[in-house]
């Protein structure tokens, strides 16, 4: 397919949304779309799929129309509820529409389900939960993506293949700055369901409903320190007190006392939260990816060798739950505030 396929200078970026609003990291890849654009005289479009409950004023498009050069949209009017068959689908015919040369998906449980349907089609290749793209001085395309545990970065290059393709994680990238002053033009294609058939379970929440890790501004982090439950509703509570959420490394996660969608870490989530309270947490580089990115670390730790504390803005030499449990005891929801600014988080 790639020996036939001669690419435009087209960056698309698909776009998720949920309950009519879209998700964030599709903003987080059309800032790095618009950058890489601007430096090669690209162009960028947004693609995105619409089942039948929704019309187009129900999605906000308005910021979009200003952050890209063109949208298409694909309507199913024949059905409430897409899968990922769908959305491999409506992508593999905008990339017969457009030709893009490089195409941009979250790393989500959707993207990462139907970005590598779509690039096996093109029999072109997928580089996973990219943590940084750039071009070369050659203006060749580099994905750029943790390996061996998080201890190298590998800089892949497809020169040959097309499109190129990536999944980026979210909370890697920035939020747009650039803005068009004349809004993008829209093309809506009438689009049918596939044939194929594809069952999703709804899988039930065996824990309690809160904020999204990725969403929250205040993550108090149970590490491999934290080894039964009621140690880590210890780590809940404090978050309950301090209004954020609590988060998890792979080893609680792999021991059963947390579900995947807590974990932080390479194999987990990337967070930007503006303050991060790591409990019994070592520091890995596995870790540390997951979380470096916050505005501020505080470390506690027995250990005084944890790496934790070479990345930590505080870092508190003690057993993680004496030091813990005297904070909760201290600490009421009227004046968590007053906490917080004892860090400095409101000078950040």
Known sequence: MSNQYTPNDIITVFIEHNNNEINQVGYELIGKARELAAKNNMKVFAVLAL?????????????????????????????????????????????????????????TPIGRSFAPRVAAHFKTGITADCTGLEFSEEKEFIQIRPAYGGDVYARIVTPKSFPQMATVRPKIME??????????SIKVYGYRKSNNEISILKKERLEEVGEKIEDAKIIAL?????KYKYDLDIIKKLAKLLHGEWAATRPLVEGGLASYDRQVGISGKTIRPD?????????????????????????????????????????????????????????????????????????I
């Not at 997951?290 to 730790?301: D, F, L, R, S, T």
């Open 51 to 107: 089942g039948a409950r929704n019309e187009n004023d129900e999605l906000d498009l308005e910021l979009l129309e200003h952050l890209v050069d063109h949208i298409d949209i694909y309507k199913y009017n024949d059905c409430l509820n897409l899968n990922v068959l769908d959305y491999c689908d409506c992508l593999k015919s905008n990339i017969y529409e457009n030709k893009p040369i490089i195409v941009l998906v979250g790393a």
């Open 275 to 347: 303050l991060v309270i790591a409990c019994g947490v070592s520091g890995t580089s596995q870790t540390l990816s997951g979380i470096e990115k916050a505005k501020k670390i505080v470390a506690v730790n027995i250990d005084k060798n944890a790496p934790i504390f070479k990345n930590a803005d505080i870092g508190i030499i003690s057993d993680w739950k004496q030091v813990v449990e005297e904070l909760i005891n201290k600490i009421s929801y009227k004046d968590a505030a007053a906490f917080k600014k004892s860090i400095y988080l409101d000078s």
């Open 175 to 184: 939020m747009p700055q650039y803005r068009n002053n004349n809004k993008a």
């Open 222 to 226: 149970a590490g491999n320190a934290i």
